[in-house]
């Protein structure tokens, strides 16, 4: 069975896509600038929702647009709205740290404990997805990368294998020395140019079980 993840901006399109076969949400707000951090009301209104629907929810935690590059002020922010996301019931949490184009270690690894411990003031264990931050990284670097995250315990990689923009198919190569790369320590979800129509040929293509897009299922 193939899990589709559907990319939502809002609450709007969540209940159509979860009838049309989405099994998981990533709930994100401003999609035009790639995705940042949704309010309070539309992560608690997307929880009640996915608990009627057995739908789990991944929420993007970036607290603007642009670089992925973070100042201390945004990093508090993001461990701020990580530890609200948490108490108000997701399933996961979506972010990416990079720091002079590398990966961002010190702050991802501190994201990921946050994620994963049962700490008081965030309470619970939640899964991460290391988004398409990744695809900034110099590909002299991405394998690499792969191993790092797989050993800190992030759950997924959320990727397009190549520039923004560039056709899914241009990418398959790439995407599929991820794969090997990750050998199941960590899934590679491919996302970028995935839709309702290329989805089961995609994920055939990589021999992947999850798919992401904002029109991996149909909606009316």
């Given at each position: 069975?193939l899990?589709?993840?559907?990319?939502?901006e809002?609450?709007?399109?969540?209940p159509?896509?979860?009838?049309?076969?989405?099994?998981r949400?990533?709930?994100?707000?401003?999609l035009?600038?790639?995705?940042?951090t949704?309010s309070y009301?539309?992560?608690r209104?997307a929880v009640a929702?996915?608990?009627?629907?057995?739908t789990?929810?991944m929420?993007?935690?970036r607290?603007r647009?642009g670089s992925?590059?973070?100042?201390?002020?945004?990093?508090?922010?993001?461990?701020?709205?990580?530890?609200?996301?948490?108490?108000?019931?997701?399933?996961g949490?979506?972010?990416?740290?990079?720091?002079?184009?590398?990966?961002d270690?010190?702050l991802?690894?501190?994201?990921?404990?946050?994620?994963?411990?049962?700490?008081?003031?965030?309470?619970?264990?939640?899964?991460?997805?290391f988004?398409?931050?990744f695809d900034a990284?110099a590909?002299?670097?991405?394998?690499?990368?792969?191993?790092w995250?797989?050993?800190q315990?992030?759950?997924?990689?959320?990727?397009?294998g190549?520039?923004?923009?560039?056709?899914?198919a241009?990418?398959?190569?790439?995407?599929?020395?991820?794969?090997?790369?990750?050998a199941?320590r960590?899934i590679?979800?491919?996302g970028?140019?995935?839709?309702?129509e290329n989805a089961e040929?995609?994920?055939?293509?990589?021999?992947v079980?999850?798919?992401h897009?904002t029109?991996i299922?149909?909606?009316?």
């Amino acid at each position: 069975m193939l899990t589709r993840e559907f990319c939502a901006e809002n609450m709007e399109l969540v209940p159509a896509a979860v009838a049309a076969g989405a099994a998981r949400i990533e709930l994100c707000d401003n999609l035009a600038v790639g995705g940042t951090t949704p309010s309070y009301g539309v992560i608690r209104a997307a929880v009640a929702h996915a608990r009627k629907t057995a739908t789990d929810v991944m929420c993007m935690v970036r607290p603007r647009g642009g670089s992925f590059e973070h100042t201390p002020a945004e990093a508090a922010m993001m461990r701020d709205d990580l530890a609200l996301a948490k108490r108000l019931g997701v399933t996961g949490v979506v972010f990416g740290c990079l720091r002079d184009g590398r990966l961002d270690r010190e702050l991802t690894a501190e994201l990921v404990r946050l994620a994963h411990e049962d700490a008081p003031e965030a309470p619970g264990r939640v899964a991460v997805t290391f988004h398409m931050a990744f695809d900034a990284l110099a590909p002299k670097d991405q394998l690499e990368a792969i191993d790092w995250l797989a050993d800190q315990g992030v759950e997924r990689i959320l990727t397009h294998g190549g520039p923004a923009g560039t056709p899914i198919a241009d990418n398959l190569g790439r995407l599929r020395a991820f794969v090997s790369r990750a050998a199941g320590r960590l899934i590679i979800l491919p996302g970028g140019g995935i839709t309702w129509e290329n989805a089961e040929a995609v994920a055939a293509a990589l021999g992947v079980s999850e798919v992401h897009g904002t029109k991996i299922v149909q909606v009316a």
